[in-house]
């Protein structure tokens, strides 16, 4: 009982430390917008926003799971992660997109983003560098 309960405990705050967390969008230091819309991040996100009116193409790298990766896919595309993922897939299939880079962890999406001209990625707050550039949110 106590190990069972133990277990909840932990559990419980893992949950509740994740939902918590902050979630940045990081450029390439040459990217020269300093903020996005909401819409701009989805529109980012599904390939449906290519280009930066500064930095030409926008090579975007996404985290492959984890709770920073549902937490983003969820907050801004509105689509779980395996929605996501399928929707991705079905764009490579019809020949309609690439898959966005993929890494395991937020460090690789740090050097990703420092390393590409024009990248662009999210990580939990904590893990962005001064290699990158933090985004903005722009309110409605």
Do not use: C
């Not at 989805?42 to 926003?49: Q, S």
């Not at 799971?65 to 937490?71: I, L, N, P």
Request: no cysteine.
């Amino acid at each position: 009982m106590k190990r069972s309960l133990l277990f909840l405990v932990a559990f419980a705050a893992t949950v509740l430390g994740t939902k918590a967390q902050d979630i940045v969008l990081i450029v390439n230091p040459g990217v020269t917008e300093t903020s996005v819309s909401g819409d701009d991040v989805k529109n980012i996100l599904l390939g449906n926003k290519a280009r930066w009116e500064s930095a030409g193409n926008i090579k975007v790298v996404i985290l492959t799971e984890g709770a920073v990766h549902e937490k983003a896919i969820q907050e801004f595309t509105q689509r779980t992660t395996d929605q996501f993922d399928k929707f991705w897939k079905k764009q490579v299939f019809t020949g309609k997109g690439i898959m966005p880079a993929q890494v395991k962890t937020e460090a690789e999406v740090v050097e990703y983003v420092s390393k590409n001209t024009g990248a662009f990625g999210y990580v939990a707050k904590e893990s962005a560098t001064d290699k990158v550039k933090v985004l903005s949110i722009k309110s409605k």
